[in-house]
């Protein structure tokens, strides 16, 4: 009788024989790891973790983003991990930096090798949720037996990329289980809240990078607190999310050369002094509850002043 890893070398081995790789994402991501890294899907032995130093070093490389993910890692592994499931942050290279899971199920998860300084990059594990997710730059689910090493046929990956404020990809966080007995729904729902803790991060991030401008939410988008611009003083678009770039079609250094946030939104008009003298006064007045001798003052006018320039309104 055949063993289970020798149908599941097999079963990879034909798929990409056969070209299906032109017609799946799973069997294009096999063929990677088989003609491009040259990954035998038979091995048996995890790679090697990181040393200690190693590990330190490549945690201080990600910077501000491991105390800023750690909270929505808790919260995510308070919702998920009654159902066996490990939580893992990796790094651009797929090295697990930061994990969560119940120390009954530690064991089982560290001879899978989800485990801090292991690496899941498909070069060095082929086929898998963090690799594959860092090879396409999406959210992605690898179930059992869609995994190219034999080994790994036993989990249930859902990953999604974490971007940073100019919109490059900074991490993955995955949501791994041994489980066998999960209905599909409820694969559906992991991988959902996989993606609703990724943007939680992105949102921190793009505030803690922007510190001092206006957060505002792009209206008309699925991705809800992801889509977002920095505005400046000056009603300038300073920064923008990766899913506010996609949605509005933004592109470059915004904070090198920022854009009119009438003009991103669509909503562009022509700008006057006779406008912005209009805007400036309308804020004194709001910030003194209408009183005109109080917003006079703020302004650096004479009542008379303000007076007449109300009556040009």
């Not at 097999?10 to 990677?32: D, F, H, P, Q």
């Not at 890294?37 to 130093?53: K, Q, S, V």
């Not at 499931?85 to 090798?113: H, M, N, P, T």
């Amino acid at each position: 009788m055949q063993s289970t890893t020798s149908k599941h070398v097999s079963r990879v081995e034909s798929a990409i024989r056969t070209g299906l790789a032109a017609r799946s994402s799973v069997a294009a991501s096999w063929a990677r790891s088989a003609t491009l890294y040259r990954l035998d899907p038979a091995t048996a032995e995890p790679e090697g973790r990181l040393t200690a130093p190693e590990l330190a070093l490549a945690r201080e490389r990600i910077g501000a983003l491991l105390p800023m993910a750690a909270p929505h890692l808790d919260r995510l592994f308070q919702t998920v991990g009654g159902l066996g499931a490990c939580i893992v942050l990796a790094d651009l290279e797929g090295v697990a930096l930061d994990r969560r899971g119940k120390s009954g199920d530690d064991g089982d998860f560290q001879a899978a090798g989800l485990w801090t300084g292991t690496a899941w990059s498909e070069a060095r594990a082929g086929t898998n949720g963090i690799g594959t997710c860092l090879a396409e730059g999406r959210p992605v689910t690898i179930h059992r037996d869609q995994h190219f090493l034999a080994r790994n046929i036993g989990l249930s990956c859902s990953s999604a990329p974490v971007f940073g404020a100019e919109g490059e990809m900074v991490a993955v966080i995955d949501v791994s289980t041994a489980r066998t007995d999960l209905p599909e729904a409820v694969s559906g729902l992991i991988s959902a809240t996989v993606g609703e803790a990724a943007r939680r991060v992105e949102a921190d991030l793009f505030s803690h990078e922007f510190p001092r401008a206006r957060l505002v939410l792009v209206p008309g988008t699925e991705r809800g607190i992801g889509a977002m611009l920095a505005v400046d003083a000056n009603d300038l678009v300073i920064g923008a999310t990766r899913a506010a770039r996609l949605h509005l079609n933004l592109s470059g250094n915004l904070a090198a050369a920022p854009r009119p946030l009438a003009d991103v939104m669509g909503q562009a008009a022509v700008d006057s002094f006779e406008d912005a003298e209009r805007a400036v006064i309308a804020r004194a007045l709001a910030r003194t509850g209408g009183n005109v001798s109080a917003a006079a003052r703020a302004l650096g006018l004479s009542r008379a002043t303000l007076h007449r320039k109300l009556d040009r309104r």
